[in-house]
């Protein structure tokens, strides 16, 4: 008594009994694997199946109704083996490259399994249908594992998802949908899958074979997965990191503040750059620093799991678009720098009408007193008040004799600009004031930009003139705005204040000391 | 060993010819071919000659029809296109001059 086993080839069936169908099947996976190589391998497999079927047919007859193994045999015979015929049918540039791939092909037809996109089962890309393959377990559990990632990382897992959808390929062919199950390539297998396909395009034929190259080449061994769980971890947390920080330097600026006061510079890009120019900046660095990160996670992924892709396009789009982030950027940046390259002075005088025998100055300590200032680059600086946010910046304050008997304050307001008209505009908007009670002039510690404004190097130079024989007191709190006041005892800035001061013909003369 | 090889080289060139010769006589299918070769011991196994059909037929020098049989799947009936019958008539040309030429060098002292 036999067992026997019902198979399909070419679309014929036959009964065929245990010992012959394993010899037929080694058989056949010989033949597959060396016509795959083979540009039109497909159609030669294809055509030796249907020979083999004829054959078939022709020897079943109402006494001999099963295969049996020396039918097998002698149909071997007529065909030959691989070895036999691959003398004369070979160009000669595939002759040297068939002996090392014969054995991986043989390898891979028992056990290798590989990650495919399942398209006919899926709900999107097929990348989680595909991933159940591979790893066989549930696609439902694969599908919710996947959207439980998605919203524990807020989103960030999409990359990842979008990656194994663009890099890895879909299922086409009947091999490859057996790779993709991890189901033996015989006979009885195509067979069974044969109806599914639809046409027999060579190329998709040479397409699985160059997978066999690479999967070779790859040597996926466990030290590979390794690395590869250790570059999508990484690229991963890199991609989260990097989004949240730009996304928080771009749009939570005022939270930012009160979680983290000492966090300035980046908030600081908001106050240089205009809105569309920040945004565009931002799109950049988040190309140029997250391609390389993509990459990373991609790598990871090839090393992770077994798939075919064009590493080669891959990497090269991956490079034009880096390339195309990087021009962006330097044309933003060039564009700020545009921003600086026009410049303009304003000068404005106001006569004060105070005479007083001496004249107090001090600062105006009430002013600013419910705000918090943060110091930024150069002279700029940021003035919180609750949520509002202002670029202000200190005076350069100086005191010089008036060529008159008047006492006049001289305000030179300077700013920079794309061009003369927006530079002088910049600088009409810088506000600034003062008062005066009684015998003293309060000046405020600092010049506010308008709230739209953008800091364009704008300064403020202050400039009191008082006609010869004043008498003034430099209060110790203007310390932060007088800058170089010229006098005759050549004092620092710093020492000047807290003493009286008498302006002669010959400059600032100090009068007493305290 | 050296001979072997020698022989296969022959052999792989000639082959070709051989096929595109049977085909242009006659519409033919694959087994019918293999016959007149095997006479001509020139292939032994059937399954060389199913790369080399593919590979003409890919080069435009074949085309093929279906046809229904009674035993088992279709079969493929080879013939030759117009491209075929020029690449033969010059193979033809090519192999006369190579018998000639060896006959040269073999009689010649």
């Known amino acids: 008594m036999k067992k026997t086993l019902t198979i399909n080839i070419s679309g014929i069936v036959f009964n065929i009994d245990e010992d012959a169908y394993e010899k037929l099947k080694s058989y056949l996976s010989k033949v597959n694997s060396h016509f795959s190589d083979e540009e039109s391998g497909y159609e030669i497999i294809s055509d030796i199946e249907s020979r083999i079927a004829e054959l078939f047919s022709s020897r079943i007859t109402a006494e001999q109704t099963v295969v049996d193994e020396k039918m097998v045999d002698q149909i071997i015979a007529i065909m030959g083996l691989p070895e036999e015929f691959s003398e004369a049918g070979e160009n000669p540039d595939d002759e040297k490259e068939k002996k090392p791939s014969q054995e991986s092909h043989v390898n891979y037809s028992q056990k290798t399994k590989k990650l495919y996109r399942d398209l006919d089962s899926r709900v999107i890309g097929g990348v989680c249908s595909g991933l159940s393959h591979y790893f066989n377990i549930d696609k439902l559990l694969v599908r919710i594992i996947f959207i439980i990632l998605l919203i524990a990382t807020s989103g960030v897992a999409l990359p990842v998802y979008i990656i194994l959808w663009i890099a890895v390929p879909n299922a086409r062919t009947t091999a490859q949908r057996l790779e993709m199950k991890g189901e033996p390539i015989t006979v009885e297998n195509i067979g069974k899958k044969v109806k599914e396909e639809v046409t027999n395009p060579p190329k998709e034929n040479y397409r699985y074979n160059q997978a066999e190259r690479e999967n070779r080449d790859n040597g996926l061994s466990v030290f590979g997965k390794i690395i590869g769980i250790i570059l999508i971890f990484i690229g991963f947390s890199t991609l989260i990191a990097l989004v949240f920080g730009l996304f928080a330097a771009s749009k939570f600026t005022g939270m930012m503040h009160h979680a983290m006061p000492n966090f300035d510079n980046g908030i600081l890009m908001n106050h240089i750059f205009s809105q569309s120019m920040g945004s565009t900046l931002l799109l950049s660095i988040l190309i140029i620093v997250g391609i390389p990160l993509l990459l990373i996670i991609y790598s990871g992924t090839k090393l992770l799991f077994n798939y075919v892709s064009n590493s080669r396009s891959v990497y090269l789009s991956a490079l034009g678009i880096w390339v195309i982030g990087i021009i962006v950027a330097a044309s933003t940046a060039f564009g700020a720098i545009d921003d600086f390259s026009s410049n303009a002075t304003i000068n404005e005088k106001k006569e004060l009408t105070l005479n007083p025998d001496t004249l107090y100055l001090d600062l105006n300590k009430d002013r600013f007193s419910n705000s918090v200032v943060k110091v930024g680059i150069n002279n700029m600086k940021l003035l919180v008040d609750g949520n509002r946010e202002r670029i202000v910046g200190n005076p350069k304050f100086d005191i010089e004799r008036s060529d008159n008997h008047r006492i006049e304050l001289s305000m030179n307001k300077y700013s920079k600009g794309n061009n003369y008209r927006s530079a002088t505009r910049n600088a009409t908007k810088i506000e600034y004031s003062y008062k005066i009670i009684g015998d003293t002039l309060f000046f405020d510690q600092y010049f506010i930009l308008d709230k739209n404004d953008k800091w364009r190097s704008q300064n403020l130079k202050l400039t009191l003139k008082i006609p010869e024989g004043t008498i003034i007191y430099l209060d110790e709190n203007l310390l932060p705005i007088i800058h170089n006041i010229k006098n005759t005892s050549n004092l620092w800035d710093g020492d000047m204040t807290g003493n009286f001061w008498i302006m002669k013909s010959e400059g600032l003369t100090l009068l007493s000391k305290n | ?109």
């Not at chain 2, 296109?81 to 040269?104: C, F, Q």
Request: proline share 4%; glycine share 4%; charged share 30%.
């Open chain 2, 1 to 109: 060993m050296k001979a072997e090889n020698a022989k296969a080289q022959m052999r792989k060139g000639v082959l070709e010819y051989c096929i595109l010769e049977i085909i242009s006589r006659r519409h033919s299918y694959a087994p019918d071919i293999i016959e007149e070769m095997r006479k001509a011991k020139m292939i032994v196994v059937e399954g060389t000659l199913y790369p080399l059909l593919t590979r003409l037929k890919n080069s435009g020098l074949l085309s093929y029809r279906w046809e229904e049989s009674q035993f088992g799947p279709p079969r493929k009936y080879y013939e030759i296109t117009e491209d075929g019958s020029i690449t033969l008539s010059e193979l033809r040309a090519s192999w006369d001059e190579i018998v000639k030429a060896v006959e040269i060098v073999k009689n010649s002292n």
